[in-house]
DNA sequence: CCAAAAGTGTTTACGGTACACCCATGC
DNA sequence: GCATGGGTGTACCGTAAACACTTTTGG
């Protein structure tokens, strides 16, 4: 529809064809030393200049919104078939200071043996923050965090998507970390073992870990084929 | 910012103050009669004149889409203080043939005793439709519709929001029927009574039914203090 | 040997499921 | 009496929770 629009962040008239008012952002969450994180990066220039936030873009003219996100993350990350979901729309009229602009949240998980930095973003550009240290954040990227915060430990009850933040192969006991940080709470290790291994969604690769200094855990892979079928019928993960 | 926009129904240039390209259309359930419905509206005019939709319309320059929603409702069925929640933006490029207009999907439950068509809609404008009675809607509206249910019933599974649904005073086969309606399953009676009964959500009001040709069942109301506490921690109902 | 984490076994208690059965009311 | 739904009792089973215990590996 409109090919111009001025670029508010910059003040610049831009001429391109995407959609005015209708940006999208994005909570990647990444999980790296029993930590939970996610990958913000800096404004270089623009009224937010210097502060940190979401990674966002615009919608184009001919794209679906869920295209929009894919792309962005690809422009970001480098990386296609990362797990991806749309959270909702966020409105308030004064959300963002320079107009009316709505935004649809998004949040991604993503394995950090794939993740690199793209060229185009240095480290001073993007950066992985552990929940606890996120910083101030630009516009009501605050509140589009912890609302996808509530929302990942919302879903990571009902499906097994933790998977998407862990290597090919694991452990139990990163699993079992993962669901702990996640959720903080602490859990008993031979409970959590056999609640998860009767789910016939871990398969044993026969593998093992190497050079650690313990008995070494077998690996494992999660079983796709297994999860589709639950998911067809719906369950619950209660931890 | 933008005060003239086209009417993408009519084709009419209109002068307000609404934002473009974003809509907001929701899906409103109602439960009567044992059966789970939606409330259509028939459109009278534009390329979608005679064709039934999901209720919808403009977000307003200054106004949240929560608020748009809210009026939007308050519109159509004159009830203030009905339960709505955003379920996702729906954005295709081609999902609307006049122009890129993306679309952020809501759902309501209300109670049918509470319910009466607003002066300015007539029986003929809109209409509750049973679930399997919905004919073939506008634009992706059984898109919406689709998404709303399978929504309907993951929610019902985690929260008690089925309360909104019934009259104020309710038994428990109500409650049951309810449950039975929306997740399309079949329950026992006496164990559906003693689950729902330990979860201390309902108090016994010490009334009874009337003028019914069996024994009359005790009527209940839902208890709001319970049910905060319980969201707080979080919960889960598996039927 | 010790430390550290992997992994098994066992006991208890509670909630889900199935189903038999009695109660109250109108016709 | 009979139909209809209201409501209680009970027996069985699976799984969650707590925790004692054995196994494997490096140092």
New interface residues.
Partial sequence: ?KKELLDIETGELISTSV????TIDCTIFGFENGSLEVLLVKHAKGISKGKWGLPGGW?Q?????DAAAHRLLRELTGLDNIYLE????????DRFPL??V?T?GYYALVKREDYSVKAGFTASEAKWFKIKDVPELIYDHTQILDYSIRNLR?RV??APIGFNLLPEKFTLLQLMQLYQEILNVEMDKPNFRRKFLRMKLLVDINEKQKDVSHRAAKLYKFDHKTYQKLTEKGF?F?F
Same sequence: chains 1, 2.
């Fill in positions: 529809m959609m005015s008012s209708i919608i003219e001919v794209e679906s919104i749309q959270l909702k729309a966020f409105g308030e009229p107009g009316r709505i649809v919302k009850r009902q619950n209660e």
